[in-house]
């Protein structure tokens, strides 16, 4: 079975989780997982392990991501967005550039931001949007989140694009909406793209029909093998002797490098290493290959 990523541009109505079960049938492979889920109504870029890369999930957690979304002001709506309810329209009020440019500094930073309620964050055991659902409504602590980058521009009337790098764990709708709020209105998300995560772009990225067109013939060139992921992580290559002291369990004697590093062994990544103040290093996670070097 072939190991490595598959950048997908996920479609509109479709949960991460239905994306991982139609990557399962294409590759024939129970294997799967994804890191960074995007909500339903979301599009854009999720990246999805497939095989032994599943093991390296946890270490694609670049903090930032980038979004592209459109925000409609004079509107508000129980979730924040155009796919719940409506529950007061503002009407159009005219916003000028000047207001627009003087909010954004507020923006930008580090800012506390309140999850909404229709969210999968947990109050006393129940998620959010089962409470909201309900009609019930809890007080959420502030978060504190990072905006690298907001930028702005119209569209049309009350309809605004924003491209926005933040943080992970950023609620776009609720900034839109604290957007308005600030510009003395309500606003909702009317639609919203990753452009950008761990360090995979849309550009890069294909839809579930190529990849299975691609899998149909053969082609498996959508996935990223495993020695290519991490580019921007230093490498070191073992030696038989150093290959097998790490299978067993024992520190081989690598030359110094900083942080986590890929360790490959005839050409394959065979485990992420982190080397340690004490000057140890410690096999982050180690990923089974027979020894005659097949593709693990």
């Excluded at 790098?165 to 604290?178: E, F, H």
């Excluded at 639609?191 to 360090?199: A, H, K, N, V, Y």
């Excluded at 180690?286 to 693990?296: K, T, W, Y």
Aim: hydrophobic share 40%; net charge positive.
């Amino acid at each position: 079975m072939d190991s490595g990523l598959i950048i997908i541009n996920k479609a509109a109505g479709m949960t991460s989780h239905d994306v991982v079960n139609a990557i399962r049938k294409i590759m024939k492979t129970k294997k799967v997982g994804h890191s960074g889920t995007l909500d339903p109504m979301a599009t854009g870029v999720l990246n999805v392990f497939v095989g032994q890369a599943t093991k390296t999930i946890r270490f694609h957690q670049e903090p930032f991501k980038r979004y592209r979304g459109r925000m409609r002001l004079g509107y508000e709506s129980d979730t924040l967005d155009a796919w719940g309810k409506v529950v007061a329209v503002k009407g159009h009020r005219e916003v000028s550039w000047d207001a627009i440019q003087g909010v954004i500094p507020q923006f930008t930073g580090e800012i506390s931001q309140i999850p909404p309620m229709f969210s999968a964050l947990r109050h006393q055991g129940k998620r959010l949007y089962e409470l909201a659902r309900q009609g019930v409504e809890v007080d959420r602590p502030p978060r504190k989140i990072q905006i690298r980058e907001l930028t702005i521009k119209p569209v049309e009337k009350d309809l605004f694009e924003l491209e926005i790098q933040c943080s992970k764990g950023t609620y776009i709708r609720t900034l839109m909406d604290d957007i308005a709020i600030a510009l003395n209105t309500r606003g909702i998300m009317t639609s919203l793209t990753r452009l950008e995560s761990d360090g995979y772009t849309l550009e890069e990225a294909a839809s579930l029909e190529a990849v299975a067109k691609k899998m149909a013939k053969g082609d498996t060139s959508f996935l990223i093998p495993m020695a290519a992921l991490f580019p921007e992580r230093p490498v070191v290559a073992l030696t038989p002797e150093d290959f097998l002291d790490l299978k067993h369990g024992k520190t081989p004697s690598l030359e110094p490098f900083d942080g986590l590093t890929r360790l490959l062994y005839r050409g394959r990544l065979v485990a992420i290493g982190d080397r340690r103040a004490s000057g140890n290093v410690i096999c982050q996670r180690f990923l089974r290959e027979a020894e005659n070097g097949s593709p693990i």
